[in-house]
Every structure is written in C-alpha cells, then in structure tokens.
C-alpha cells in the first residue's frame, strides 16, 4: 500500500544504512551499521563543537553545535564519513535538531540566520581526508518547524525538529552527507539514513525476494515469485513492488504437492495415518477406511489384509474387499423355462460394482460327481457379468437335477486369492408347469380404474403363489401388478382409453402361459357421470349469474351517474398529459446505423452550418479522420462563441465520412450540460467539419496531471458529479458509452466536465488504449468490466464499472490505472479479487463507491441516478469526507499480512445506495447484535443483495466492532 511509511509498521519496511547520533535520548535507529558514539572523529567539522549535554536523567546527549550569530559571513561545515549505500538508489536522511529563532537573542539582527542547507556528494570510495565543498551538491535548506522556540514556565527552550529528506538516485558505491551553517544557532542531535525496500515475503506459498523498489515513485517492480518447500506452481506467482515499500496486486500462487498440506505459509508432511494424493491447499485426510500408512508425506495409504483397490479406484476411496455369496436362490419352472431368482449377498465388499455368475452343473446322487452342463443349456440374457439377480435357462433335459452355482464378484475379486463364494440350487426338471387360467371379467370401472376378476386354473399342479397382471395401452411398454387372488383393481389408468389385459399364475414350478389379451377401457359409471354434470352446471350457472349482475351494474352507473361523465373526462385528459410528458422525457437514442442512408440521419440530428459562418484559429490536436482546431461561430442575430472543430481530412472514403458523421449523429440527439454540446454540421461543402462546444480546459486526464494536487476534494467531487450527472442522462437515454475514459471527457473554464467522444464500436477504433481481445474486439482494458471484455456484454452496468475507474483517474490526478502492469494481467488480477487501492487522499466514502461500481455482479453496481444522489448528499455534508481511507486503514497483528480495510461510510447511506433503505432501523439495531446478524431482512434476494455489498465492500463487520469505528 502507499501509506505504510505513515503506520508503525514501516520499520519493518526500510533499511537503516547509516546513522549519526549525538545524543542517546532520541535515538530512533534501529539497525546502525557505521555510528559514532562519543564524539565522531571521523567527521569533519569546521566551526561545529562536539559538545555533550544531560538529559533530565543525567544522561548524556552527544550533540555537534554552531552558534556563530554575531559575525556575518558564516560558513561552517559538518560532514559524515563515507556511507555505502548498498543496494538503494535512492535514500531518506532524517534530521533531529535544535534550532533557536533570532528573535530569542538580542543584537543580532542581520547576522542572525534561522536555516542550515544540507549536501551530499556520491563517490565509489572514501576520499580521505580532503574535504572540497565544491564537490557537493546542495539537497535543500532545512528550517526548523514554524515554531521552534517555545516558553515554559519564563524560560526559554528548544524544541527537537525532525526532517526527512529524499536523495536519489545514487549511482556510486557511497556517498558523503554535509551540514552547512551559515550563521544559525543549531544543535544537530541525530541523523539517521535509511532506504526503503519491498520485505521478503510469503504470499500464497510462494516467497518473495527483498525487493528495491523503482526510484521513479510512479512504476512498479514486477518479482516472480518462487514456491516453498514441497510446493508446486500453479499460475505464475507474482507481486509489484511499490515506491514506498510495500508489496501490491498478488497474483498466481503455488500449491503443497501430493503428500504435503499448508500450515501457516508453508508445506508440512501429511502425519503417519495421513494422506495427500493430490497437489492442491487441501488439508491431509485421515486413511480411508481398511487401509493404513506408518510413514509420513504419504500420496497413497496401503490396504489392510484382505483388503484391495481396484486399479481405477481413486486413492480416496475406501479399500474393498470380494462379496459374500448371493443368498435365497429360487427357481420358477415351467415346460420349456426356468428361472433363477436370488438375493444380494449379505457382504457386498463395500463396492456397487456387483456383478454374478451362473455356472451349470449336472450331478448323479453322488454330489462329488458333478459335470459341467454342455453346451445345449442356454442363459438368458447370459451366464456371466450378470448384473440383474436373474437368469432365465433354457434348452434344458427334463428329467435331469441340475445343480446352479451362483457366485457374486466385484471390482477386486481377481486380486484376492481366497477361495470363491457362491450359492448352488439343485432343480429336478420334472415338475409340471400350472394350466392357463380361465375368462377375465370386468367388474366395474371409474374414470381411472378398473376391476377385473377370473377362475382360478383348473389344474395349479401345487399352491398357487400369486397372480401377474400385466396391461398396456400400446404395446411398446407395459406396466404390471401382482393379486394373491383372482380378482385385481388397476389404477391410474387414462380415461376413456383401452387397455390390453393379461394374467397368468405362478406356482413353485413355474409360470402358467398368460391369458389371451382382454381389450377393456376404463370409464365412468353413469352415477359418477350424474354427479360431475351437476358441478359442471353448478360452476357454468354462477359465471352466467355473475357476469350478468356485472353489466347491469355498469349500466346502472353509465344511466343514473351521467354528470360524472364529465369529470372522467377531465380526469382522462390530464392522464393523457401526463402520459405525454412521460414520453417526452423518456426520449430514447436512436441508432443513426438504422437508418438505410446514414447522412440522413445526420440532418435529422444535426444542423448544418454555413462554412462562412466559422473562423478557424489554430490546431489544437489530431484526430483520427484529421485536425481538430480551435476557432469561433458566428450565428446570426447572436454573440459570436469559442467552438472546437473536428476535420475530415481530404482523400476519404464514403465509409470514413459516414464513420466520422456518425459520431455528429449521437451528439445531436443530445441535450445535456455534461454532454459535449454539438452546434452543427458542415456536409454540403470541403472540408467536412463537425462544431462543437470549446472546453478551454481538454480532456480531464491531461488536465488533472497537469495541476497535480491542486484542486480540494470538494472541487473534485463536483467534476464526478458532473461526469455522472451526464452519464445518467445518456443511460436513461438508452445509450451506452463503452469508452467512458478520463481522456474522453473534456474540462471548460469553470471546471466543468462533459462527456465526449461518442460513436460506438468507431470510438473503441480510435482508442489508442484499446487492445484486441480473444474474441477479436478491441477493448479499452483498464476500463471496462469484465463481462463486456469477456464476452462483450456492454451495458450502463459496464458504464458504471468504468465511471469507478474515471472516479479512480480524478482521485488519483490523472494516474494510470492499474499502473505499467500489463492487460493480461489486469484481468487475471481482477478475475482474482484485486480492485485499485485508494488514491492517496481518497475520502473513504469516494473509493467505497468506486468499489460499489466494480462488483463482478453487474446487477448490484449502482446506477448513475444513484450515484448523483451519493455525490450530492457527499457535497451537501462535506464533513463525510473527511475520513481518508489512510486513516481508517487496520493495521495487521503480524507483519506481512496485508492491513484491512474497514470501510464505514455510514450504513445509512450505504444502504440507500443499494435501494436498501428500508432497513436503516433494523440494521442501527443490528450493530449492537453484529455478531447474530438478526436484522430482520427477510426476502432472499434482499439479504443477497446487502451480503453481497458487505463483501464487495469488504466490510467486515466484526473488525469494525473490534476497532470502535463508528458506523
Ligand atoms: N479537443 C477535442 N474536442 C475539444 C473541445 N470541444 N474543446 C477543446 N478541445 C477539444
């Protein structure tokens, strides 16, 4: 950040290369490296005393002073040893002195001076003893604070001054300090010399070298960084090092590799029973169940006994083992099937992947004895990889035992060695199947159902276990149910619609064949008809009943109330008034490309002008399509005004005149005091001109860098209010910018802002800080929001993220967003979570919006109305700017954590920002209870909305209650 050399943490953040103490008491230093305690020898001193003085606690404060006030003339030099600079170019020497005014000794008038100057001079060595003050080059005079003598108590004392000065950049190996006096009382009582550098760091598991940051304060040091032990990276880890010493814009990051987790900033070994099997800030994970590790930094944890992973199972999973035997074989037989039905086993293994197998055996009385069935027996759908707990078998002998073994597997069967576990039936194919059962009737039916009952077989050949039903509409499905007797009731069906019927009987041999088809419908009895008829007329009678009681009331009222015709009418005029007006004010932009012929277009907007009516007086720029000048238009019967003139260089193409028109075409449609005003148009003769307005002042950016820091914040505030007032013009116009830059706004004689350079996609051609992005379009990168870089979705929203960034600009005087970092990494950064840090100076309130117009969620940015009604209300109290963001920065416990930033505009107008007014009340009660967040906002998508702003804003609510801010 730039203010960390204003909190206490800067220590950590300069390097101390020298210091020069006379006296202990103030000594500041924290890493001397060439002091002098005692009295210097190695300085040379002309005319300044080592002199030692006490403190109020007896201790002695070494000082060097001068005090030759009398005579005039004084030239009296100071200087320290030879000081390397290290690695700094540029460096800070900070003065502690004491300085008597003039005024606090008599007669001397004249001779008296209340400055000393300060030089240095660079050198690759120490010169030895020769001291040349003609070598040395002057830093600046350094005076004391405005008051530097004070009273107390009737005597006289001196206060202790401290003054830092910059000096850079050094090129050599060293350099000298001098003090030169030229007739002031001064005791100079500690110098200290320092740099300052970006600290090593660790930011997302990668480290960051000691950094030197750029002497010149406006650019930034990219450093890679490099990952921490047992990490790997992922994106390039990067940080910027800034001018005073503080690290920027974290970007990329590595990851503890297989094995390792992170614990405070670096990669530790996953514990014995511990795993890590991939590379990611995930936390070890305990062994999955039956497995097991005894060595540290583990990837993979081993199974127990008897257990397995299955090649594809991932290492997160569970080790298994093979599964029990199927259980509760059963067989349903009839003449020319059987069925093989059974149970899951108990013990699937712990895995889904079960699969069985039937293996056919044929055995004598002797089970020992058994052969593998031939080849004449046939499984239905198969005899292995069975993933159903059926199979059918047919071709098979009657009069045969057949013996089935069914065995279940999974994933890791193959790799135990243990023996197989499978259940056998033993069928004698000697039973005789159940008959065909008898007609089918049908009972009754609804709308929906239908009941059906039949003879039981003649001949069941044994108990009967149940009956199947099975019923289509159309044969391409089926559905099916099962009755214990011989009569069913089938629900569900679809009205008035026919359905095949079957049934057949199951016995323990088997299935019978089913019935023959039964075509029957479901539909209603002439009861249940009766009873729904009567609702119909029911509901058909209260309709009529009730629109009938609806027209003679009307014509009641149109008969007995005519003098109220009248007022209606009155009433229905002014509606109509009002409806106009609203029409009116909502006049929407018209896209001059819808028209067939664009130049007609231009004179549905524009004027045209008499050439003899504009004098031009000079250039004062180049546009794309040619000179833009200065010069003044003459209008008949009125004063003559300063306008600016946009030229269409000779040579062009239609396309380019069309192009440079289209711009004329917008303006026109414009009215506004924040939009650049058009006066006309010269079409008819050459040179092709478009007039405007003249702003004395030219685009704002090179405006604000050319009166760096010269304006109040109020002043500042009123050029956003202006930007944005335009802006909510153009939007509820319909019109969306794409280029809202602070280049593209132009500054008149009263400080005025209007909003210029229209023209859609041609403004983004002209841009010279537009780029081409992956989809092809050329876009200003800094400034535009992301879904409109992404995927070129431009909206007012995307106009609101680039007012953020303008606001930025004005804040800043003119800085370049996002400084020299590249496009690609802006957007990575963006992508990330980084947003601009405040401008030095920035009220908070003012970079809170900015943060408002750069939420990812293009929804929740405000609009420009609310923005006008933010800045209004800023400038109505311009109390609330006060609050720098720099004040109110939370410092972190440790070092090289990056300080919070607890923003606090005031929830009330937060609130109303995001049209969230309505919960002031709730929420003033709220802060007393932050941490339960009970604030009664009971839609989702209101909630939503306020979360959504807090962490946008960062606002975090418990550092708040911590810290005592007020909100
Ligand atoms: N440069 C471009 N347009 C201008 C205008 N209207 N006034 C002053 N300078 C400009």
Redesign the pocket.
């Known amino acids: 950040m730039f203010f960390l050399l204003l909190l206490p943490q800067w220590i950590s953040t300069s390097e101390t290369i020298g210091a020069y103490t006379w006296g202990s008491r103030v000594c500041v230093c924290v890493c001397i490296i060439r002091i002098f305690l005692g009295f210097p020898t190695l300085l040379f001193s002309f005319q300044w005393d080592a002199i030692t003085e006490m403190d109020e606690h007896n201790r002695p404060i070494h000082t060097y002073q001068v005090c030759n006030v009398m005579e005039p003339n004084q030239n009296n030099w100071l200087q320290t040893n030879w000081v390397s600079r290290d690695a700094a170019q540029k460096i800070y020497v900070e003065m502690k002195f004491t300085l008597r005014d003039c005024n606090s000794i008599p007669w001397v008038l004249g001779t008296c001076k209340e400055t000393f100057n300060l030089y240095y001079v660079e050198s690759d060595e120490p010169h030895g003893v020769k001291f040349k003050p003609s070598q040395y080059t002057k830093i600046d005079t350094i005076a004391a604070d405005e008051s530097f003598t004070q009273m107390d108590l009737g005597d006289r004392i001196l206060k202790l001054n401290t003054e830092v000065r910059e000096v850079g950049p050094i090129n050599k190996k060293g350099f000298y300090l001098a003090f030169q006096d030229i007739g002031a009382c001064i005791a100079l009582v500690s110098v200290r010399v320092y740099y300052k550098k970006c600290p090593f760091t660790v930011r997302n598991l990668a480290m960051f070298p000691d950094t030197i940051p750029r002497v010149d304060s406006s650019s930034l040091v990219e450093v890679r960084g490099s990952c921490v032990k047992s990490a790997e990276e992922r994106d390039t880890p990067k940080l910027y090092c800034g001018a005073d010493g503080d690290w920027l814009v974290p970007l990329g990051r590595c990851i503890c590799s297989v094995g390792y987790e992170e614990l405070d900033g670096s990669c530790h070994a996953c514990r014995p029973g511990f795993y890590k099997a991939f590379a990611g800030n995930v936390k070890c994970s305990k062994c999955p169940p039956h497995s097991l590790t005894h060595i540290e930094a583990t990837s993979v944890c081993q199974c127990e006994k008897g257990y397995f992973r299955a090649e594809k199972d991932p290492p997160t999973m569970a080790c298994t083992r093979p599964p029990s035997a199927p259980r509760n074989v059963v067989f349903n037989i009839n003449e020319t099937a059987l069925m093989l039905e059974w149970s899951p086993p108990s013990d699937t293994g712990g895995r889904k992947d079960l699969t069985y197998s039937v293996v056919c055996k044929k055995c004598g009385s002797d089970a020992s004895q058994c052969e593998v069935c031939g080849g004449g027996i046939r499984f239905v759908p198969r005899h292995t990889g069975l993933t159903n707990s059926s199979v059918t078998v047919l071709d098979f002998v009657s009069h045969v035992n057949y013996t089935f073994e069914i065995e279940a597997t999974n994933g890791v069967s193959e790799l135990s060695f243990s023996p197989k576990q499978f259940t056998a039936i033993t069928v004698t194919t000697d039973q005789d199947a159940p008959t065909l059962i008898g007609m089918v009737r049908k009972d009754w039916a609804s709308q929906n159902s239908i009941a059906l009952s039949w003879q039981e077989p003649d001949f069941p050949h044994g108990a009967i276990l149940d009956y199947e039903i099975k019923y289509y509409e159309k044969q391409l499905s089926y559905s099916s149910t099962r009755s214990k007797a011989p009569s069913v009731i089938v629900t569900g069906l679809k009205p008035a619609t026919k359905y095949i019927f079957h049934i057949r009987v199951r016995t323990a041999a088997g299935y019978s064949g089913y019935t023959s088809p039964s075509s029957l419908c479901a539909s209603l009895s002439a009861s249940d008809m009766a009873a729904e008829q009567g609702q119909i007329l029911v509901i058909a009678t209260a309709a009529v009943g009730g629109f009938t009681l609806l027209v003679i009331l009307t014509l009641f009222f149109l008969i007995t109330v005519p003098s109220k015709i009248k007022n209606l009418r009155i009433i229905f005029k002014s509606l109509n008034h009002i409806y106009r007006a609203k029409i009116r004010r909502l006049k929407t932009y018209i896209d001059p490309d819808t028209y067939e012929d664009p130049s007609l277009a231009v004179h549905e907007f524009a004027k045209e002008i008499d050439p003899s009516r504009i004098r031009i007086e000079r250039v004062?720029?180049a546009?794309e399509f040619g000179e833009?000048c200065?010069g003044r238009l003459k209008t008949p019967g009125k004063r003559e005004i300063p306008?600016?003139i946009?030229t269409l260089k000779g040579g062009y193409m239609d396309r380019q005149r069309r192009d440079f028109l289209r711009e004329a075409s917008i303006m026109g449609q414009f009215d506004h005091p924040n939009i650049?005003r058009l006066e006309g148009v010269v079409t008819k003769s050459k040179p092709v001109m478009i007039v405007?307005?003249?702003?004395?002042?030219?685009?704002l950016d090179s405006f604000l860098r050319k009166h760096d820091g010269h304006f109040t914040v109020i002043q500042l505030v009123g050029m956003l209010r202006g930007i944005a007032s335009g802006m909510k013009y153009l939007s509820d116009m319909g019109y969306v910018h794409r280029d809202l830059a602070a280049r593209n706004i132009?500054v008149?004689s009263n400080l005025m802002c209007k909003v210029?350079d229209f023209g859609l996609s041609r403004v983004l051609e002209d841009d010279p800080e537009a780029a081409y992005t992956t989809s092809g379009g050329k876009i200003p990168i800094r400034w535009t929001a992301p879904e409109a870089i992404a995927y070129r979705k431009f909206s007012s929203a995307s106009d609101a993220w680039s007012y953020g960034i303008v606001m930025w600009e004005v804040m800043s005087y003119g800085e370049r967003p996002y400084w020299e970092m590249s496009n690609q990494d802006v957007i990575l950064s963006i992508e990330e979570g980084y947003r601009l840090p405040a401008p030095m100076g920035c009220p908070a309130s003012l970079h809170q919006l900015m943060l408002h117009c750069w939420q990812k969620e293009r929804n929740l940015r405000p609009k420009f109305s609310d923005i006008v009604s933010f800045l209004d209300k800023l400038i109505r109290n311009p109390s609330t700017l006060h609050t720098l963001v720099e004040d109110i920065l939370v410092m972190p416990d440790s070092p090289g954590e990056v300080p919070e930033y607890p923003l606090f505009v005031s929830v009330s107008d937060w609130l109303d920002s995001i049209k969230m007014g309505q919960y002031k009340n709730n929420f003033m009660a709220a802060v007393y209870n932050l941490l339960s967040l009970q604030i009664g906002v009971a839609l989702i998508g209101h909630q939503r909305r306020i979360v959504s702003s807090l962490q946008t804003l960062r606002l975090h609510m418990m550092h708040i209650q911590e810290k005592g801010f007020h909100v």
């Open positions: 004062i720029g546009g833009v200065s306008v600016a946009k650049i405007v307005e003249y702003m004395e002042n030219g685009s132009l008149n210029s």
